[in-house]
């Protein structure tokens, strides 16, 4: 169903496109045009690019149409064509014969080439470079790099911070973690899958913390005013997940996450914008609180990573360890082709483009003001020269010969100089 | 027939074709400038689907830049014209050969 109505619209924009070259008059080769453009902005619509469609219709169908049909009524130039002055056909053509029949004919080659020569364009697609991230959430592990086989991935995070996601080639990659305090090496072999997200976390008390990797989702969150949230047992005991609701009602709590075993990530859950109250208790004994995310807010579209860890108050030999929650936060990934995804583009890697059509458009805004205004000066001064001196002579000449003049005289130059007789 | 990227690439080789044949067969100037933006609607699309299917933003980013520098070019460009029309009386480019065109 909505192929043919993509078809449709397809076959719309191209008649329309024909009937703006073949009609006489201007404004309605506009309005073909205009229509042209709104089929565009529906194929992008089809084409993932909602941002482009609005683009397409304010800026092209609406500003730069308008200023064209201004133009038009302003010069009153919807019948010129037909006031051609007649120039013979073939000197009209003789230049451009050759130059259609090879486009002409390029064309109908290209179009059988991807008509009968089954598909040219559809290749495989390769896939978003596989990414990760390496949060610390070891206390006593001071500081480590971690490394590929082609040399250093991420170093220096610090305790209770997350590096920010980097690429990492698909396939199977063995990762070396040197932590430099203690010269210690730690390996950890990964799959890493086309468009995937992961993140290498380093957990656990004491000299010799563990590392492991996780599966992360910062893909497109479609539910609106929400967050995806997940949470990671960086705890030496399993621990449950309990959202209490009410302080005064045992019974009103409800079990978010019944266990989660140490080293384990729970699943992804989607939560609404606000404030929350969330407390992890120990599994085995669900009265034991460990901790509570005091009034803890979730954003939106956000893609939070709430590691449960425990925390030494006092170091040294008698350390008291405490539990405490460390929520990674990073924004998801904004949907393609949307506001978001375009508005990132422009502001990191297009940042220099973006300047120079900065400048373009001054540019282009001072050509227009210097083209208009010069042309403005010199018909205003003529016209003031004429009035000021034609009105008035014309007056005075008829006064003296006797007679009406009703022509103006040929050359207003002159008659300064007749006056002046 | 599916609506496959092959489809959007033809529709917009198409377009970008009737806008080489405005450009060549108006005479009138303003209708010869809404040739040219219909040839860069056609590229437009093109890059559309071209993003769509690599499944990158670089293309809708080019679709972005290119309306502005359109919008530019149709200041610009209407500007001249109505300065053309201001001197010569006329917008037909058949007439307009002081530069030996």
């Given at each position: 169903m909505l192929e043919l109505v993509i078809v449709l619209v397809m076959a719309l924009a191209i008649v329309s496109a024909f009937l703006m070259l073949i009609t006489n008059n201007a404004v309605h080769s506009a309005l073909f045009l205009i229509v042209t453009m709104m089929c565009i902005?529906?194929?992008?619509?089809?084409?993932?690019?909602?941002?482009?469609?609005?683009?397409?219709?304010?800026?092209?169908?609406?500003?730069?149409?308008?200023?064209?049909?201004?133009?038009?009524?302003?010069?009153?130039?919807?019948?010129?064509?037909?006031?051609?002055?007649?120039?013979?056909?073939?000197?009209?053509?003789?230049l451009f014969l050759p130059l259609a029949t090879a486009l002409g004919f390029a064309l109908i080659v290209m179009l059988g080439a991807v008509i009968l020569g089954g598909r040219p364009l559809d290749r495989e697609v390769p896939g978003r470079t596989p990414q990760i991230r390496v949060i610390n959430a070891a206390p006593d592990a001071g500081e480590f790099e971690v490394h590929t086989p082609d040399g250093v991935l991420v170093s220096g995070v610090p305790f209770r911070e997350a590096s920010a996601f980097v690429d990492v080639p698909a396939g199977e990659t063995r990762l070396l973690v040197h932590f430099e305090a203690q010269d210690r090496m730690q390996e950890i072999s990964v799959a890493l899958e086309p468009n995937s997200t992961s993140t290498l976390i380093v957990y656990g008390e004491g000299a010799e913390p563990q590392i492991t990797v996780v599966a992360d989702d910062i893909s497109t969150i479609e539910e609106s005013r929400s967050s995806r949230v997940a949470v990671f047992n960086a705890y030496g005991t399993p621990i449950s997940m309990i959202d209490p609701r009410s302080e005064f009602d045992e019974n009103d709590t409800i079990v978010l996450i019944p266990e989660l075993a140490p080293g384990q990530i729970s699943d992804t859950f989607y939560v609404e914008t606000g404030a929350i109250d969330w407390t992890f208790v120990n599994a085995a004994n669900t009265s034991e609180r460990l901790f509570r995310l005091n009034e803890h807010e979730i954003g939106i579209d956000d893609s939070e990573l709430i590691l449960f860890i425990g925390e030494p108050t006092i170091s040294g030999a008698n350390a008291i360890v405490r539990p405490s929650a460390l929520p990674i936060i990073v924004e998801a990934r904004p949907s393609f082709g949307g506001p978001r995804a375009i508005g990132y583009m422009l502001f990191t890697d297009f940042m220099l483009p973006f300047q120079l059509l900065g400048l373009l458009l001054l540019a282009s805004m001072v050509g227009a003001i210097v083209l208009t205004h010069r042309e403005a000066e010199r018909a205003k001064g003529r016209g003031v020269g004429r009035r000021r001196v034609s009105r008035p002579l014309v007056n005075v000449i008829a006064s003296q010969v006797g007679h009406e003049v009703t022509t103006a005289t040929e050359e207003p130059a002159q008659l300064p100089e007749k006056m002046g007789e | 027939m599916p609506v496959t990227i092959d489809t959007y690439v033809i529709v917009s080789m198409v377009l970008f074709s009737l806008g080489v044949m405005g450009v060549m067969l108006r005479r009138n100037a303003i209708l010869v400038f809404m040739s040219v933006e219909l040839m860069l609607n056609a590229t437009n699309l093109a890059l559309a689907s071209f993003a769509n299917q690599w499944g990158s933003e670089s293309g809708h980013l080019f679709v972005f830049f290119i309306i502005t520098v359109a919008a530019a070019e149709v200041a610009v460009g209407l500007a001249l014209i109505v300065a053309i029309f201001r001197s010569k009386k006329s917008i037909n480019i058949d007439e307009l050969h002081q530069m030996e065109g």
């Open positions: 902005a529906f194929l992008f619509l089809t084409l993932n690019a909602p941002f482009l469609a609005m683009i397409q219709i304010t800026v092209y169908a609406g500003a730069i149409m308008v200023l064209f049909l201004f133009v038009i009524m302003l010069l009153g130039a919807d019948k010129l064509d037909a006031a051609t002055v007649e120039t013979p056909p073939e000197r009209r053509y003789r | -």
